[in-house]
């Protein structure tokens, strides 16, 4: 009986809501978006031990864990394209490869929940626009003629990319995947943010000053990931359903809404830019006025997240029981790579 009634008490806390009125998040969402941002800061630590030490030549090497490879999208989209054509997995980054897949079919099930369940950098973003609402009382927007051009960016950026990596013939592409620079990227990676330079350092410090003024600003404008996410989600079955009957047209979903879509005037949230995030659902005022909906149901909030995470920890576990999750870069080739990138540095194939 105890542990029962703690169990309804952890639900009954986890379907709470946070953040001041007309700004809600359901506590269950930020509790697992700020659990993948401390496992990321962890993995963070842990990596940079692994780098500092192959860079010091330390054997053997400790732990490199493979989880840093969701910061190598690139890469790993290459990777699953590869994947695709040869019907075997490249054994360089397969991590990143598998977390791109991961981040597909979230997309395609539950839209883009990836966004605003389980990415670190969206849970930062996040963050800071409520910095921003407690300097300035609110977030700022920019104006609809800029603002429209500038969301066109991140789509550009993620045409950019396909158009690079499909226009690749399969023997390059294969080729790209075990070049020296694509076996050394996670490294590159992590130096980029431990030996920081003052451009890398200036460019992290605006896109943070915009993301306090502008809620969402890196994810609206310029990421390319999250582009590709959100064009996937049009295959979706859920969607964000407005009841007219029971909607008092209050527009506390439109303020809410990451994405700024006008929540209050559709009956159906079809748009890519549409996060999952439940936001709108948190703060109507009006029971079932608005829901997460499939073709014959309702998902609640608890439903809801649980598919995101179950689907997300099913591919981890998944990759790892299959021995697609670990690299098979030896330590020996890691520290041998990076004293070569010392003397003459790895540049991109073709420069």
Request: proline share 5%.
């Amino acid at each position: 009986m105890v542990i029962l009634a703690g169990i309804r008490q952890a639900r009954t806390w986890l379907n709470g809501k946070i953040g001041r009125k007309g700004d809600k998040t359901y506590r269950m969402r930020f509790v697992a978006q700020a659990g993948f941002a401390f496992v990321c800061v962890l993995l963070g630590f842990q990596f940079a031990r692994f780098v500092s030490a192959a860079q010091a030549g330390r054997m053997p090497l400790p732990h490199r864990p493979p989880g840093a490879e969701g910061f190598l999208p690139i890469s790993g989209l290459m990777g699953l394209v590869d994947w695709a054509r040869t019907g075997s997995l490249n054994t360089i980054h397969p991590a990143a490869a598998v977390l791109v897949l991961i981040g597909l079919a979230t997309a395609i099930l539950f839209r883009r929940s990836f966004c605003s369940w389980i990415c670190p950098v969206g849970f930062v973003s996040e963050s800071l626009a409520r910095l921003g609402r407690r300097m300035f009382g609110r977030n700022f927007r920019i104006w609809k003629w800029l603002d429209i051009p500038l969301r066109g960016l991140k789509y550009l950026l993620m045409a950019f990319f396909l158009w690079a990596i499909f226009g690749m013939s399969a023997a390059a592409l294969h080729d790209f995947l075990e070049s020296p620079y694509n076996r050394l990227a996670d490294v590159k990676m992590g130096i980029f943010f431990t030996e920081m330079t003052a451009v890398g350092a200036w460019v992290l410090f605006v896109i943070a000053a915009l993301s306090i003024l502008y809620k969402g600003f890196w994810c609206r404008y310029l990421c390319p990931y999250g582009a590709l996410l959100g064009l996937t989600s049009w295959l979706s079955p859920t969607r964000i359903e407005r009841n007219p009957q029971t909607c008092i047209d209050c527009g506390l979903c439109d303020r809410v809404c990451m994405a700024r879509l006008p929540v209050s005037k559709k009956i159906n949230v079809l748009s890519p830019e549409c996060i999952g995030c439940m936001d709108c659902v948190a703060v109507c005022p009006i029971k079932d006025a608005l829901g997460m909906k499939t073709a014959r149901r309702t998902l609640s909030l608890q439903a809801y997240g649980a598919a995101v995470l179950v689907l997300f920890f099913a591919g981890y576990f998944g990759a790892r029981a299959f021995g697609v999750w670990d690299n098979k870069i030896s330590d020996g080739e890691y520290v041998l790579r990076i004293q070569e990138n010392r003397i003459d540095p790895y540049g991109h194939p073709g420069m």
